[in-house]
């Protein structure tokens, strides 16, 4: 195996990096997009999945990953560059390795048993002279102490000594049309200084810009402090929509007026809750590392009760509205338009739109849902009928739609003109009708 990783050979005048063959480990949101860009990057590149059917789709040529398309993936195969596996063999010829596997929570507390699989598999292949990046949310500490202290168990090798190793969190925001991979400067934290060097010459291959942190702590807080921000502004203008209603403010109006401002101020906007992989999840990672010293983190506290609130919030408007027409939630004929939990995907892990349902189902609702970008919206176990369209006939005998997601897909002029009443949900159709009505 090479010794050396992605330092730059002498050729004449010109610096040509060295070879590389990477390794991706976890091929779903995050790993898909690096492994392809790696691999458009001129790395050999090996994406590595314990999900033998997720690798038999990707090796059939398709996306099972809805923001990276077939196209772009057959682009990426056409290097020649660019396989599939999900045996943990074919890790072996790799001089790095990324791990872009799941972090989510158990029972409320960070599960790192997918990040220590991924670990354990690395170490059974690395090498010294290797470079391994962890790309995955956690808290801060965990590249340092979980990820060197197996490595170090498994492999004998000492991080920054034999081998490089650093934080690199993923910042990709999928559905984003105007900042991908490339554009999105990487942060990189290396145990050492040459860690982070050999991170850097690495991440320089596949993005415009790297910003280089003093240690992977700084990095992995880097990133929990990006999401908690946006889970803390985000609370705070669900909290204020509920107030404004009571005082009959137009809080968006409010919110574009103050965004107007040229410093100082960034708008976010309410909304029914907050969904995903990382805003509900990653604040939670930062708060149990500071339970850990005794200490409580209660802005993130104080802003998961807030938004965990909203869909609970919503059904009440949904009842106040339908009640000012003299219909009980139970019974009436609703339609959730998007359930995804953000507008231009189809994701909808943590989607607010479930605990909507689920409040509406036990309310006694007839629920439906219509979502361009996903195929079925099953909760508890039971498949909700889907409404393909936003047109007259499919609208008819529906007595309220909530605006849930705002694709730009939708066909707001059908929804305003044939659904009776509309609860938007994100401020998507401000003014549009007096059948309209905001949070
Ligand atoms: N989705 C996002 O928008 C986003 C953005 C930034 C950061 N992140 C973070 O990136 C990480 C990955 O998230 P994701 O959204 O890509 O997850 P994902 O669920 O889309 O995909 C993860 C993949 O990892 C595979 N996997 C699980 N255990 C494995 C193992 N031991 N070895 C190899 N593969 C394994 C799974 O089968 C799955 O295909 C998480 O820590 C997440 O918080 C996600």
């Not at 995804?340 to 607010?352: E, F, T, V």
Request: aromatic letters at 6%; charged letters at 20%.
């Amino acid at each position: 195996m090479t010794a050396v990783v992605g330092t730059a050979v002498q050729v004449g005048k010109s610096a040509v990096p060295a070879p590389v063959r990477a390794a991706v480990l976890g091929l779903g949101y995050v790993g898909l997009p690096v492994a392809l860009a790696a691999a458009e990057a001129g790395v050999d590149v090996v994406g590595f999945d314990v999900d033998a059917g997720r690798v038999a789709v990707l090796e059939m040529g398709r996306s099972p990953v809805d923001t990276v398309t077939d196209e772009s993936l057959g682009r990426a195969h056409a290097t020649g560059l660019l396989s599939f596996t999900s045996d943990p063999d074919d890790l072996a010829a790799a001089t790095t390795y990324v791990i872009c596997v799941p972090t989510p929570l158990l029972d409320k507390l960070p599960d790192l048993s997918m990040v220590t699989s991924a670990v354990e598999f690395v170490a059974r292949s690395l090498s010294p002279g290797d470079l391994v990046s962890l790309e995955s949310t956690t808290y801060p500490g965990t590249t340092e102490g979980l990820v060197a202290d197996l490595i170090e168990q498994i492999s004998s090798l000492v991080a920054g000594r034999d081998y490089h190793l650093v934080f690199s969190p993923e910042r990709i925001d999928p559905g984003n049309p105007e900042f991908g991979l490339r554009n999105t400067p990487k942060i990189v934290g290396g145990v050492t200084r040459e860690c982070t060097a050999a991170g850097t010459a690495f991440y320089r291959r596949l993005v415009d810009r790297v910003v280089p942190v003093s240690s992977p702590r700084e990095a992995e807080t880097a990133k929990l402090l990006e999401n908690t921000f946006r889970h803390v502004n985000i609370a705070l203008v669900n909290e204020m929509a509920v107030l404004c209603r009571e005082l009959g403010i137009d809080l968006h109006e409010a919110i574009d007026a103050a965004a107007t401002k040229p410093f100082g101020f960034m708008p976010f906007y309410p909304g029914p809750g907050v969904g995903g992989h990382c805003i509900p999840i990653d604040p939670a990672y930062f708060s149990w590392r500071v339970r850990q010293l005794g200490s409580s983190f209660r802005f993130v506290e104080l802003a998961t009760e807030i938004n965990d609130r909203m869909p609970s919030y919503v059904t009440s408007r949904i009842a106040e509205m339908l009640n000012a027409v003299r219909k009980p939630l139970n019974g009436a004929s609703i339609v959730l338009v998007g359930v995804a939990y953000k507008r231009g995907i189809g994701d909808l892990r943590q989607s607010p739109a479930f605990s909507v349902a689920r409040r509406l189902i036990r309310s006694g609702a007839e629920l439906s849902w219509h979502d361009p970008y996903v195929s079925e919206f099953v909760v508890d176990g039971l498949p909700l009928p889907e409404v393909k369209s936003l047109g007259r006939d499919t609208l008819s005998g529906v007595d309220l739609a909530v605006l849930h997601t705002d694709h730009s897909c939708l066909d707001l002029d059908g929804l305003v003109r044939n659904a009776p009443l509309v609860l938007d949900t994100r401020g998507a159709l401000n003014g549009r009708s007096p059948s309209v009505e905001g949070l």
